[in-house]
């Protein structure tokens, strides 16, 4: 695909066809990665872990009866005030 680079505002922006986002299970409002390779602006999509778990479902998992213990992390460093 052959495009051109574009003034917008005070940025310069690249159009990019919906078949070559799709085909690179891109949408529109996804984060992307860009970087330069040997000369060449590579754009790679961002997964991220995220997303992938529901917190009611997370503690439902939590056996019943579970009690959490007090963590001790030591004593304060710095200006720390516990």
Do not use: C, F, Y
Not at 13 to 22: C, D, H, P, V, Y
Not at 54 to 59: A, G, I, M, N
Request: hydrophobic fraction near 40%; charged fraction near 30%.
């Amino acid at each position: 695909m052959i495009t051109t680079i574009q003034k917008w505002g005070n940025s310069q922006g690249l159009r990019l066809s919906k078949t070559l986002l799709a085909d690179a299970d891109i949408d529109v409002g996804d984060a992307v990665d860009v970087a330069v390779h040997k000369g060449a602006l590579v754009v790679t999509p961002v997964r991220r872990v995220r997303g992938g778990h529901d917190l009611r479902e997370l503690v439902r998992r939590i056996p019943k009866g579970s009690k959490p213990a007090e963590l001790d992390w030591g004593a304060p460093v710095g200006r720390e005030v516990w």
